[in-house]
């Protein structure tokens, strides 16, 4: 079994910054895969990273390219999401999830999930 607890979401104006983290917990896996998605109301989950546990590969959603970077700590068993240049639409839930294999965009090819941590960008 995985638990991972996200935290770091919060309040923020537009043009500023964040950094989310996803601590893990329980078992691991040598290919394990990361990914963070987000969720605003009334949309469907979102892929917005994804980095492999032993290599480091990334993956960005088109829409967060350039302005956010995933990257994890070994040592703490952690994966972060620093977000720059946050605008209204980066508003929403952001999950935490881990499968095993490559980075997938879709949500229903993780197994475990986080319990969210809330974004909120003012304009």
């Known amino acids: 079994q995985v638990q991972l607890v996200e935290s770091g979401g919060g309040l923020v104006q537009a043009g500023n910054s964040l950094r989310l983290s996803c601590a893990a917990y329980?078992?691991?896996?040598?290919?394990?895969?990361m990914g963070w998605f987000r969720q605003a109301p009334g949309k469907e989950r979102e892929f917005v990273a994804g980095?492999?546990?032993?290599?480091?590969?990334?993956k960005y959603g088109d829409s967060v390219k350039g302005r956010f970077a995933i990257f994890r700590d070994g040592a703490k068993n952690t994966v972060y999401l620093q977000m720059n240049n946050l605008q209204h639409e980066d508003t929403g839930i952001y999950y935490c999830a881990a499968a095993r294999g490559n980075i997938r965009t879709a949500s229903t090819m993780y197994d475990y999930w986080g319990q969210g941590t809330q974004v909120t960008v003012s304009s």
């Open positions: 980095v492999t546990w032993s290599r480091g590969n990334v």
């Open positions: 329980g078992r691991t896996f040598d290919n394990a895969v």
